[in-house]
């Protein structure tokens, strides 16, 4: 079994994803008041230039300090290293694993995008990487998909030894089954950031993992 590091254990719960918001002060305050349900944070923004990603990466890592929720970056190594993040997320074409874990160190956290691949996930475990990612398992909002992740890929990638997320469409009410097929973690952006009460659907999604 691959061994983890600390920022890594425990790791269950909910993985929290930013929306897409170019207001760096509604935006902090969005991610306050949802950020102490969640396990871990993702920084994912898309669509604006480096000097407003660095200024939101910075001020949401000095936000996830205080919570002691790590911070992790979508897609840019960089980034995450200039703003001290615990880590980052790549999908399949943003950068290589052994790269990113040599720039961030042994600590960080390095997640890697794996869709509907069992074997792809393995070998993004072989070169480093601290989870793997799944999905989508449902339709979703927040990007184009083509690929459909089913609950029989995280019960086969429990052998790999680091933590499954599971994305893509997920409620409340559908994430019973993914944790029982082993979802050690489901990430959500609109499933929080667009219900009508963040915080109640924040608490939603943790209490679907029980005390464990």
């Keep these: 079994m691959t061994s983890l590091p600390p920022s890594v254990r425990p790791a269950r719960g909910l993985y929290l994803i930013t929306p ?21 944070l ?3 923004q898309k669509n604006a230039d480096a ?19 790590p911070l992790i970056v979508n897609d840019d190594v960089a980034l995450a290293a200039d703003v001290g993040a615990a880590g980052v997320h790549l999908g399949e074409d943003d950068g290589d694993i052994a790269a990113a874990r040599a720039l961030l160190g042994p600590q960080a956290i390095v997640g890697a995008s794996c869709y509907d ?27 184009v998909t083509t690929r459909r992740a089913t609950p029989a890929l995280l019960t086969a990638a429990a052998a790999l030894g680091v933590p499954r997320v599971a994305i893509g469409g997920i ?3 559908n994430t019973g089954p993914l944790v029982a097929a082993g979802a ?29």
Excluded: H
């Design 20 to 40: 897409e918001e170019p207001d760096t002060a509604r935006l902090l305050d969005r991610v306050a008041a949802v950020l102490p349900y969640a396990t871990w």
């Design 42 to 44: 993702q920084y994912r």
């Design 117 to 143: 691949d069992v074997a792809l996930a393995e070998r993004a475990v072989a070169a480093g990487a601290s989870y793997v990612a799944f999905g989508a398992f449902f339709p979703t909002a927040s990007k």
């Design 51 to 69: 000097g407003l990603r660095l200024a939101q990466a910075g001020a949401l890592q000095a936000l996830c300090m205080q919570a002691g929720v």
């Design 184 to 212: 050690d973690l489901v990430a959500v952006i609109g499933g929080v950031f667009e219900a009508p009460d963040p915080v109640a659907a924040a608490i939603a999604y943790r209490q679907r993992f029980g005390n464990r």
């Design 171 to 173: 409620t409340p009410d």
